[in-house]
């Protein structure tokens, strides 16, 4: 059974940065498309951004030209680079490992992301 795990989140002041990480292991890590999702209370998980196997990406218009996600096959990670972090950007950060062409993919159990002054 495949597993994946987040780190990196923490408490951050507004304007500052983190980077969250997301290891895979007991999978193909190379033909699954990464993607991170956040929650926040009161509110639907919703995807972050995303990239393919083919290192395609995309991003939510909330977080596009802030945040940065890139993948490193030979590490089985994945990374989430989140700049110019706005207290809208609390949340709990999701990884999730989805299978190219079949139906199979993980979910990690989630990081704290928080920020405030």
């Known amino acids: 059974q495949g597993q994946v795990v987040e780190s990196g989140g923490g408490l951050v002041q507004p304007g500052g940065s983190l980077r969250l990480s997301c290891v895979a292991s007991?999978?193909?890590?190379?033909?699954?498309?990464l993607e991170w999702y956040r929650q926040s209370p009161g509110k639907q998980r919703e995807l972050v951004a995303s990239i393919s196997s083919g290192r395609s990406t995309n991003y939510a218009v909330s977080v596009k030209g802030r945040f940065t996600i890139s993948r490193d096959n030979a590490k089985n990670t994945a990374y989430l680079q989140m700049n110019s972090l706005k207290p809208e950007d609390t949340a709990v950060y999701y990884c999730h490992a989805d299978h190219e062409w079949q139906n199979n993919d993980y979910w990690g159990q989630g990081t704290q992301v928080t920020v405030s002054s």
């Open positions: 007991r999978i193909i890590f190379s033909i699954y498309t």
